[in-house]
């Protein structure tokens, strides 16, 4: 395990310097750090860069994928699963000198699952594996909130949407991303606090649940259909870009990494499209009172 963690943090070391070189091209650089939650069947940060060139927006997004025909980013999935928001990972020093020095923009933080987050009191022992305390989930992000800061960037904490199998957790895990994101806020670095984006993505998905049930709205346990990704690189654009989703036109939903680039991707259909744009403006708006 030593020598995956090794190998993968030389990768990220060098993508980011070689990113970092390449931030005179004056597009906004984002990475995606976490699992499979990005990469599953082409990801989420597909959708999240359609948006943007619909808008004309200049962004390059880094994660997982780099070997792909569609890639975007670094590969590290042959190396292993890395839960980067863990204590033990986030404490590292090469991870956090990998986010300073990669010239990024934003920085999008895969939320802990339930699991985690929740205290060991609340019986759900099938998806728990073993809790870890609030004040360890803190100290781990506060750790990397920190690197992303004095990179220049901004950490944004993405509500991870959770199992299909659990949605009466979801709301109660996004409490206590709020609570995250209000202790990450009080930190002090360089003499200043910093501002968090929160993206509530585990909200948006008990609403695409609810209108298309669940074996239509997830892929599996623990990943969204093609429908709810889309949503999901929606949801990121609108928060990271303050940019009103409705009338974007963008509707390609990410092309799994199976079949060749100039495949042309299945699209969402209007009506479906609509609505997606629709609920994220109302998240947004709710949040962003002035918009």
Known sequence: ??????AYFLCLVFVSAVAGSRAEDGA????FLGNSVWDYQGGVPQAF???????????SA??????????????????GRIPLSLPEVAARADLLEAIR???Y??????GRRSGYL????????????????????????????????????????YIHPGLKTTPELKLPVAEIYRRLRTDLEGMVIGGETHSVILVPASQLWLDGVRRYGLDNWFADRGHGAELARFASGCLLFTYITGKDPRGNGFRSFPKPWTVSADTPARRANEDDADWVARQVWLYYTSENPDR
């Open 1 to 6: 395990m030593e020598m995956k963690f090794r």
């Open 28 to 31: 906004q650089r984002v990475l």
């Open 49 to 59: 860069i359609g948006f943007c060139e619909a808008e004309g927006l200049s962004f």
């Open 62 to 79: 880094t994660s997982q994928m780099k070997d792909r025909a569609n890639r975007h980013g670094i590969e590290f999935l042959d190396i």
């Open 101 to 103: 020095s990669g010239g």
């Open 105 to 110: 923009d934003y920085v999008v933080l895969e």
């Open 118 to 157: 929740l205290p060991s009191w609340v019986d759900r022992p099938e998806d728990r594996g073993a809790s870890i305390p609030y004040a360890e989930n803190l100290t781990a992000l506060g750790a990397i909130h920190r690197a992303i800061v004095e990179s220049g960037g901004r950490t944004v904490l």
